[in-house]
C-alpha cells in the first residue's frame, strides 16, 4: 500500500490515484454509494414534484407553461454539461500528474458551475415577480424544492471544489488529496445527470404542457 | 421441557378463558359477527387465512417440538460433535414450493374480493336530472369528532346516526372537511379513510337478520387518529326495513321548521337562534355549502340515541355537554364559540333541544 | 485500551469515549444510548398500557396519551431498536471480517452522535410545551393542524438522527466491501455480518425518502410551503406514500440484523454449521429487495383502487418465501446438533413461534379485502409487537447476552438472565396476543380510552397485566447487568466454547487493533475450522507489522451539537422570537467550522509499531 | 493492487504509454460530450418546433435524457471502468427505488 504522504514524480504517480491507498478505495466506493442513496433522495423530490405539477389554489396562478423559457433554460444546460467535460479535463491532467493544468481546469468548471447558478438566481426571482412563489402554490414549493435542492448541489459542489483548490494550492498532488479530487468530480457529474432530468421532465415537459 | 409445555398451557388457557368470557365480540361492533354482504366476504377471507396460517404454525410447531426435545445437550453427549450438514436440496425445495402453493390459494381470493369490494358502478349511472339511478347514495363527510351524512338524490342531511335500509346496497362518498379519518362499521364492513384531498367511493350491506340481533343499531368509529377526541369520534347506524326506510326519508323532508313547545324551550329556542343556528342548521335539508355547515346538523336531535356520540342521550347529559364540551371531547371545535350558559338557559337549551323529533 | 482509559480517572474516561472512533467503544456508546431510550419507550409502553388497563380511565389526558403513544413509537423504532442493532453491529461486523477498523472511524462515530443529539433533541420537547402527538407516522394532514411544537421536534430530531444512521449505513457497506480479511468472500461472511450488510443497503435507499418526506413538512409547517395544504392544490397521500416507501423497508432494517444475531446463536449452541447457508444469504438478499416493493401495504383503505391493493397484497404475500426459508434452515440447523440451552439460545428459540405468529399475521394483513378489517385496529398492533417485540427485541435481549462477554469481558448471569427470559416471553405473549382479537372485536388503535359494555375490558386488562411482567424482566435485566459489571469476573476468547466466527478467536474484549496480525481466513465459520484442527488461535495472513490506526477527534461531537443548537433556532423561527435566527446561524456555524476544520486539517492517523507488540502478553484463553 | 506501482521494468516506457491511453480516453471523452450536446440539442429542438404531439415529444425527450445520462455515467464518471461492479449495482438499484417513486407518484396519489 502506497503512503499517503509520499511525494511523488510523474514517474511514480500511480495510474489510478483514486484508489491507491486502502483509505481512498474507501472514500471512492462510500462516494458512490452516497450517490446510490442522493438517487432515491432526488427521485422522491421528481416524484413530488410530478404529483403536484401545476397544482394551484385558482386560475390567477401561473402554470408550467406559462412560466418556464427556452433560451434561458437552454444557456443553463449548456453552462452546466461544458462545466462536466472541463472537470474531466481536469481529472485527466490528475492522472497525468500536472497539478497546475488541473487546478486550471477545476477553475474553470467553478466558473461555469457559478454561471449556472447566477442564471438560476435570475430566474427565480423573475418567477417570484410573476407570482410563481415559494409559497403561493403547491406547484411553486415542489418545483423550488426540486430545483433549489439541485440548485444547493450546485453550491456546495462549488464551495467543496473551491475549498479543495485552495487548501491544496501549495502542497501539489499526493495520494491524499487525489482521492479527494477524484470524488468531487465524480460529484460534480452527478449534478449534471440530475439537471438533464431536471431540465427534460421540468423544463421542456412542462413548455409542452 | 416441561416448564415450557406449561407456559404454553398457561397462555393458551388464559386466551380460552379471555375468549369464553367474552365470546366474539359485541354483535354490534365486532367483525367476527359479520352483518352483511361486506362484512361476509371479509370475514370469509379472514377464516380462510387463519386456517392456512394455523397450517403453518403447526407445521413448524411440530417441527420445533421434536428438535428442541430430541436435540438437548446432556451430560452424556456432552463433547460430541455433530455431523456439519451444509443443507439439502430437496428439503429445500419442499418449504420454498409449499408456501408459495398456500400462498397461491390465498391470493386468488383476495384478489378476486379486492375488485368485488371496489365495485361502485351503480352509483355512476346517473339518470338526466343528475340522479343516482337505482342506488342509494350517502355523502359521508368526516369532521373533527362529528359525522356528517347526506343524502344528495333525496336532499336530506343528517349527523352522528346514520339511517340505512336493509337488505340493499348502500353505497358511499367518502371524504373529509378537515384532517383525514377513515369511516368503519366493523361489524358491516371494512373502513375506507376519509381523505382531505379526494373522494373514495365504496359500498355497503346491512342485513337485516344481523339487524334483529342488535335491535337495528351498529356501531360506527373512526379509525384514523386525528386528535385528542379521536377515541370518541363514534357514530350510530339506524337500520330500517325498506319500508320503514321511505317512511323516514318521507318524515324527514316533510320535517318543518320545528315549534318548539312550551314556554321553556321557546327560550331554549330563542338562544338557539342567538347562539347556535351559526353553525347548527335544525332542518334537514339545509341548503348551505359544505363549507358553512361547520357543526352537525341537528334536525332530529330528539331522536338520536347519543350525545356527542358517546354519552347516553338524557338531559342531563345533554346539559353537561353545553355546559362544557371540552370536559366531554377535548379538543373539539364548539368550546369556545358561545357564551357562557347558566343554569337557567342551560335548561331551557335542553327543553329545545330535545324536542327536536320527527313527527311520529 | 480499556486499561489505558481506567488509569487516568473518570473524566480521562469519559473524554475517551466523546472522541473514540474505535468501533468497539462506538458500539459500547449506541448500547448505553439504545438501552437508555428503550427504557425510556418501554416507560411509555407501560403508560399506554395503565391508562387502557380500564375503560374510561384518566391516568393521562387525552393529549398527553397521544403524545406517550407517539414517544413510545418514535423513540423505539429511531432511538431504541436501530441504535441497539447499531451497537451489534459496531461490536461484531468488524471482528468477524476480520478488519482492524472500520471503513470511516470518523463517520462512525460522527453517525452515533448525530442519533444521540437528534435523539435528545425529540426527547426536549417533553419539557418544553409537549411532545409530538400526530402517532409516529405523523400523517400529513393531521400534523398540519397541530399546534404545538412537537411535530417539529419530531421533524428536526428525526431528520438530525437520520443522517447519523445513514452514515452509520455507508459506513457498514464500505467496510463489508473492502475491509474483509484475506480468505474471507462474500460467502464465507458470517450470517450475522450478511444481514448487516444488506440492512445498511436499506438504510442507504430508504432514508433518503423519510429525509425528503421530513424536508416537506417542515418546509410547510416552518417555512410557508404548500405540500400538504390541500387548499393550495397540495397534496397530504404523498406523506404516507414517502413515509412508508421509507417504512416498510424501515421495519426490515430492525429485523434482518435480529435474524442474522439468532443464525449466529443457532449455529454456536447447537454446535453445527448454520443448515442452508447460501440459501439462508440469498433469502435475506431476497428480504430486502421485496422489502421495497410492498411499502403500500400500510395504505390499502387509503383509496389506492383495487389493481393497486391488488398488486401491492401479492407482492407482499411474496415475501412469506424466504422468511420461511430461513424459519426451516433454523430448526434444521437445530435438527441433529447437540443444542445448549443458555440464555441467548433460549431467546433464539423462543423466536421461532414467537416471530412465525406475527409473520403470519402479517401475511393476514396482506389480504388487502381484508386488511380493511384489520386496518388501524389491534390486530395491526398485534401483529406488528409479535414481529418487532418477538423477533427484533428478543433478538436484542438475545445479542445482548451472546456479546456480552465480548464487548466487556465479562459474562452476564445466567440463572438472572433465564429469569428475565421467562418473564419477559410470559409477559410478551400475554400482552400481544389477545390484541390480536380485541382488533378483531372492533378495537380502533390509537385510542386514549374505550367506553365500557364494548367487550374490550377483559382482553385489555390482560393485556396491561403482561406488560409488567415485561417491565419486571428489565428490571431484573438492569440487575444483572449492574451485578456483572461490579463482580467483574473477566472470561476469555471464546467464553461459550463453540464460537465458530473470527470475533471469538481473540480476547475479550479485543485489543484496539483487533487483530494482531490480520487472519487468514479458510472457509466458513473459521475459527471453528482451526479448533477442529487442534489450534487454538487463527493462522496468519501477513507477517507481524506496523499497524496504521486512526486518530481520536472530538469533532463528530461538536459537529452534531451545532445541528442541535441551530435545530433550536429553526424552530422558534416561526414564532418570530428575536433569538432564534441567532441561534440557528450559531448552531450551523458550530457544525461548519468543525466541517472545515475537519477537512482543512491533515488527519493521517498514526502507527503501532511491531516492537511495541513483542513484550505484550497474548491475554487468556478461554 | 495492480495499479500501485508500474509494472514494465522501463519506467519511461510506461509512462509514455500511460499518457498515451489517457490522452485517448479523453478523446472518447470529447467525442461523448459532442454527443450529449447533440442529444440535448435535439430535445430543445422538438419542443421548440411545436408541431409535434405531446404523446411523441414526452417519451422521445426522454429517451434523450435517459441516453445522454448513459454517457455521462460511463464515460465521464467512468462506469465502464473495472472495478465499478459494486457502484453499479448500487447505483442501478437506487435508481430502481427512484423509478418506483416515480411510479407510484404520478398513478396512485391523487385519489
Ligand atoms: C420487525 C418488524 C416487522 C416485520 C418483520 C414485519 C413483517 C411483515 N409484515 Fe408488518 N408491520 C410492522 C412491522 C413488521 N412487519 C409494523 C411496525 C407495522 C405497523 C406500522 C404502523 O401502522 O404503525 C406493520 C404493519 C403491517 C401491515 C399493514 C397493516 C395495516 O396497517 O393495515 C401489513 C400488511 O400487509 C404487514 C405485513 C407484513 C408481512 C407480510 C410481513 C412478512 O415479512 C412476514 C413474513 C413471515 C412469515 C410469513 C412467517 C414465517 C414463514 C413461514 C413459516 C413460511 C410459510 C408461511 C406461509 C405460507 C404464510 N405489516
Ligand atoms: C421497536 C419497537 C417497539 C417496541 C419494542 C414496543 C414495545 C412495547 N409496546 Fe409498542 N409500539 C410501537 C413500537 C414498539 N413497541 C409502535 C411503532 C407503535 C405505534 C405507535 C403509533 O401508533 O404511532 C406502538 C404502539 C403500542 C401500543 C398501541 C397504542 C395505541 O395504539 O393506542 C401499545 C399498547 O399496548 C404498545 C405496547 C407496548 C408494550 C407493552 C411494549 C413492551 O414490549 C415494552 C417492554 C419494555 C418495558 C416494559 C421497559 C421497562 C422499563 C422499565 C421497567 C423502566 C425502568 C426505568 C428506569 C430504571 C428509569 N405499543
Ligand atoms: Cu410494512
Redesign the interface.
Same mark, same amino acid.
Given at each position: 500500500?502506497?503512503s499517503?504522504?509520499e511525494k511523488f514524480t510523474?514517474?511514480?504517480w500511480?495510474?489510478?490515484p483514486e484508489?491507491?491507498t486502502?483509505e481512498a478505495?474507501?472514500k471512492f466506493?462510500?462516494f458512490?454509494?452516497?450517490?446510490?442513496?442522493?438517487?432515491?433522495? +432526488? &427521485? *422522491?423530490?421528481?416524484?413530488?414534484y410530478?404529483?403536484?405539477k401545476d397544482?394551484?389554489?385558482d386560475s390567477s396562478h401561473p402554470l408550467a407553461k406559462d412560466l418556464y423559457s427556452?433560451d434561458l433554460?437552454?444557456a443553463a444546460?449548456?453552462l452546466l454539461?461544458t462545466s462536466?467535460?472541463t472537470s474531466?479535463?481536469a481529472m485527466?491532467h490528475m492522472?497525468?500528474f500536472n497539478f497546475q493544468r488541473m487546478q486550471a481546469w477545476l477553475l474553470i468548471t467553478v466558473l461555469l458551475g457559478a454561471a449556472f447558478l447566477g442564471l438560476e438566481i435570475y430566474e427565480f426571482n423573475h418567477y417570484v415577480h410573476e407570482g410563481h412563489k415559494?409559497?403561493?402554490?403547491? +406547484? &411553486? *414549493?415542489?418545483f423550488y424544492?426540486l430545483v433549489g435542492f439541485h440548485g444547493g448541489h450546485v453550491a456546495f459542489g462549488l464551495l467543496w471544489i473551491l475549498?479543495l483548490m485552495v487548501?491544496n494550492a501549495k502542497r501539489g498532488l499526493d495520494l491524499?488529496n487525489a482521492p479527494k479530487f477524484y470524488v468531487a468530480s465524480?460529484y460534480w457529474?452527478?449534478i449534471?445527470?440530475v439537471w438533464?432530468?431536471i431540465?427534460?421532465?421540468v423544463y421542456?415537459?412542462g413548455?409542452?404542457? | 421441557m416441561r416448564k415450557r409445555l406449561h407456559k404454553w398451557r398457561l397462555i393458551s388457557i388464559f386466551a380460552i378463558l379471555a375468549l369464553a368470557l367474552s365470546g366474539c365480540g359485541e354483535p354490534f361492533l365486532s367483525t367476527l359477527t359479520p352483518a352483511g354482504e361486506v362484512a361476509k366476504k371479509q370475514y370469509d377471507l379472514m377464516i380462510l387465512s387463519t386456517v392456512i396460517m394455523v397450517l403453518v404454525i403447526i407445521v413448524v410447531t411440530v417441527i420445533f417440538i421434536y428438535v428442541i426435545a430430541r436435540f438437548r445437550r446432556t451430560k452424556k453427549n456432552e463433547n460430541s460433535i455433530p455431523r456439519q450438514v451444509e443443507g439439502n436440496h430437496k428439503l429445500e425445495i419442499i418449504w420454498t414450493v409449499i408456501p408459495i402453493l398456500l400462498l397461491l390459494v390465498l391470493a386468488v381470493p383476495t384478489v378476486s374480493y379486492t375488485f368485488q369490494l371496489a365495485d361502485v358502478s351503480p352509483m355512476k349511472q346517473k339518470d338526466k336530472d343528475g340522479k343516482t339511478k337505482d342506488a342509494l347514495v350517502v355523502n359521508v363527510r368526516a369532521n373533527l369528532y362529528w359525522w356528517e351524512f347526506e343524502y344528495p338524490d333525496l336532499g336530506i342531511i343528517t349527523s352522528q346516526d346514520l339511517f340505512v335500509p336493509t337488505d340493499k346496497k348502500v353505497y358511499f362518498n367518502v371524504k373529509s372537511s378537515d384532517v383525514k379519518h377513515s369511516f368503519w362499521i366493523p361489524a358491516v364492513g371494512g373502513k375506507t379513510d376519509t381523505n382531505p384531498e379526494g373522494e373514495n367511493q365504496f359500498w355497503l350491506e346491512f342485513d337485516s337478520k344481523g339487524s334483529e340481533k342488535v335491535q337495528n343499531q351498529f356501531y360506527g368509529k373512526c379509525a384514523e387518529l386525528c386528535g385528542p377526541s379521536h377515541a370518541y369520534m363514534d357514530f350510530k347506524v339506524q337500520t330500517l326495513s325498506q319500508d320503514d326506510f321511505n317512511q323516514w326519508t318521507q318524515d324527514m323532508k316533510n320535517l318543518k321548521k320545528p315549534a318548539a313547545v312550551g314556554d321553556l324551550a321557546k327560550e331554549g329556542e330563542e338562544i338557539y337562534n342567538k347562539s347556535c343556528i351559526g353553525c347548527h342548521a335544525n332542518t334537514a335539508n339545509d341548503a348551505r355549502p359544505e363549507k358553512a355547515r361547520t357543526a352537525p346538523n341537528l334536525a332530529n336531535f330528539g331522536d338520536r340515541t347519543r350525545i356527542a356520540g358517546i354519552l347516553e342521550h338524557n338531559e342531563e347529559n345533554l346539559r353537561k355537554w353545553l355546559q362544557d364540551p371540552e370536559k366531554v371531547k377535548p379538543g373539539n371545535l364548539m368550546t369556545g364559540k358561545y357564551q357562557k350558559l347558566d343554569d337557567h338557559e342551560l335548561d331551557a337549551l335542553t327543553a329545545y333541544l330535545m324536542g327536536l323529533k320527527l313527527e311520529q | 485500551m480499556s486499561t489505558y482509559a481506567h488509569k487516568k480517572g473518570f473524566g480521562a474516561t469519559i473524554w475517551d469515549y466523546l472522541t473514540t472512533v474505535d468501533h468497539k467503544k462506538i458500539g459500547i456508546l449506541y448500547l448505553m444510548a439504545g438501552g437508555f431510550f428503550f427504557l425510556v419507550g418501554g416507560l411509555e409502553a407501560l403508560f399506554i398500557r395503565v391508562q387502557l388497563a380500564v375503560p374510561n380511565n384518566d391516568f393521562v389526558s387525552a393529549g398527553l396519551y397521544n403524545e406517550i403513544l407517539t414517544m413510545h413509537g418514535t423513540t423505539m423504532i429511531f432511538l431504541a431498536a436501530m441504535p441497539l442493532i447499531f451497537a451489534f453491529m459496531n461490536a461484531a461486523v468488524p471482528l468477524q471480517i476480520g478488519a482492524r477498523d472500520v471503513a470511516f472511524p470518523f463517520l462512525n462515530s460522527l453517525g452515533f452522535w448525530l442519533f444521540f443529539f437528534g435523539g435528545v433533541f425529540l426527547n426536549c420537547s417533553w419539557f418544553l410545551g409537549g411532545a409530538p402527538d400526530a402517532g409516529w407516522t405523523s400523517y400529513a394532514s393531521l400534523t398540519m393542524e397541530a399546534h404545538t411544537h412537537g411535530v417539529d421536534f419530531y421533524i428536526l430530531g428525526l431528520q438530525i438522527s437520520g443522517i447519523g444512521t445513514l452514515i452509520g449505513g455507508i459506513n457498514f457497506l464500505v467496510t463489508i466491501v473492502n475491509m474483509r480479511a484475506p480468505g474471507m468472500t462474500y460467502m464465507r461472511m458470517p450470517l450475522f455480518t450478511w444481514s448487516s450488510f444488506v440492512t445498511s443497503a436499506l438504510i442507504l435507499f430508504a432514508f433518503p425518502a423519510l429525509t425528503v418526506g421530513l424536508f416537506l413538512l417542515m418546509f410547510d409547517r416552518l417555512f410557508g410551503a404548500n405540500f400538504f395544504d390541500v387548499a393550495a392544490g397540495g397534496n397530504t397521500i404523498i406523506w404516507e406514500h414517502l413515509f412508508w416507501i421509507f417504512g416498510h423497508p424501515e421495519v426490515y432494517i430492525l429485523i434482518l440484523p435480529a435474524f442474522g444475531i439468532f443464525s449466529e446463536i443457532f449455529a454456536t449452541f447447537s454446535r453445527k454449521r448454520l443448515f442452508g447457508y447460501s440459501s439462508m444469504v440469498f433469502a435475506t438478499v431476497l428480504i430486502g429487495f421485496l422489502g421495497f416493493m410492498v411499502w403500500a401495504h400500510h395504505m390499502f383503505t387509503v383509496g389506492m383502487g383495487p389493481i393497486a391493493n391488488a398488486i401491492f397484497a401479492v407482492a407482499t404475500m411474496a415475501i412469506a418465501v424466504p422468511t420461511g426459508i430461513k424459519i426451516f434452515n433454523w430448526l434444521f440447523t437445530m435438527w441433529g446438533g447437540n443444542i445448549k440451552f443458555t440464555t441467548p439460545m433460549l431467546y433464539a428459540v423462543a423466536f421461532i413461534p414467537s416471530f412465525v405468529a406475527g409473520g403470519v399475521t402479517g401475511i393476514m394483513n396482506a389480504v388487502a379485502a381484508a386488511d380493511y378489517q384489520y386496518h388501524d385496529s389491534y390486530f395491526v398492533v398485534a401483529h406488528f409487537h409479535y414481529v418487532i417485540v418477538g423477533g427484533v427485541v428478543l433478538a436484542l435481549l438475545a445479542g445482548t447476552h451472546y456479546y456480552w462477554p465480548k464487548m466487556f469481558g465479562t459474562l452476564l448471569n445466567e440463572t438472572l438472565g433465564k429469569i428475565t427470559f421467562w418473564l419477559f416471553l410470559i409477559g410478551f405473549h400475554l400482552t400481544f396476543f389477545i390484541q390480536h382479537f380485541l382488533g378483531l372485536m372492533g378495537m380502533p388503535r390509537r385510542v386514549f380510552t374505550y367506553l365500557p359494555n364494548q367487550g374490550w375490558e377483559t382482553g385489555n386488562l390482560i393485556s396491561s397485566i403482561g406488560a409488567f411482567f415485561m417491565g419486571i424482566a428489565v428490571i431484573i435485566l438492569l440487575i444483572n447487568v449492574v451485578m456483572t459489571q461490579v463482580k467483574n469476573v473477566r472470561v476469555g476468547n471464546d467464553p461459550w466454547g463453540d464460537g465458530r466466527s473470527l470475533e471469538w478467536a481473540i480476547p475479550s474484549p479485543p485489543p484496539f487493533y483487533n487483530f494482531k496480525q490480520l487472519p487468514l481466513v479458510r472457509g466458513l465459520d473459521p475459527f471453528w475450522i482451526e479448533k477442529m484442527e487442534g489450534k487454538t488461535e487463527m493462522t496468519p495472513a501477513e507477517p507481524l507489522g506496523d499497524i496504521h490506526m486512526p486518530n481520536p477527534s472530538f469533532l463528530p461531537v461538536t459537529i452534531s451539537f451545532g445541528l442541535f443548537v441551530a435545530a433550536f433556532g429553526a424552530l422558534y423561527h416561526v414564532d418570530g422570537k428575536d433569538w432564534a435566527l441567532p441561534v440557528l446561524f450559531v448552531g450551523m456555524g458550530i457544525t461548519l467550522i468543525s466541517m472545515l476544520l475537519r477537512s482543512v486539517k491533515d488527519d493521517h492517523g498514526f502507527h503501532i509499531h511491531k516492537e511495541d507488540f513483542e513484550n505484550e502478553d497474548k491475554g487468556g484463553r478461554a | 493492487m495492480e495499479n500501485l506501482r508500474p509494472n514494465s521494468a522501463n519506467p519511461k516506457a510506461d509512462l509514455n504509454y500511460r499518457r498515451k491511453k489517457n490522452a485517448e480516453e479523453m478523446r472518447y471523452q470529447v467525442v461523448s460530450f459532442a454527443l450529449m450536446i447533440f442529444l440535448t440539442l435535439i430535445a430543445f429542438a422538438v419542443v421548440h418546433f411545436e408541431g409535434f404531439s405531446h404523446w411523441f415529444v414526452a417519451p422521445f425527450i426522454m429517451l434523450l435524457a435517459v441516453v445522454q445520462v448513459i454517457f455521462q455515467l460511463y464515460y465521464f464518471m467512468h462506469m465502464s471502468h473495472k472495478g465499478h461492479e459494486t457502484p453499479q449495482l448500487f447505483l442501478f438499484s437506487g435508481l430502481s427505488v427512484a423509478l418506483i417513486t416515480v411510479l407510484t407518484f404520478v398513478t396512485i396519489t391523487w385519489i
Open positions: 500500500m502506497a499517503v504522504q510523474e514517474m511514480t500511480p495510474s489510478s484508489k491507491a486502502l478505495k474507501n466506493l462510500g458512490w454509494f452516497f450517490l446510490g442513496g442522493e438517487t432515491v433522495l +432526488f &427521485g *422522491s423530490l421528481f416524484a413530488t410530478l404529483a403536484l397544482k394551484v389554489p427556452m433554460t437552454f444546460t449548456m454539461l462536466s467535460l474531466v479535463y485527466y492522472k497525468n415559494f409559497t403561493s402554490s403547491a +406547484f &411553486g *414549493s415542489a424544492s475549498s487548501r491524499y465524480l457529474h452527478f449534471d445527470v438533464v432530468f431540465f427534460t421532465v421542456l415537459m413548455m409542452v404542457g | - | - | -
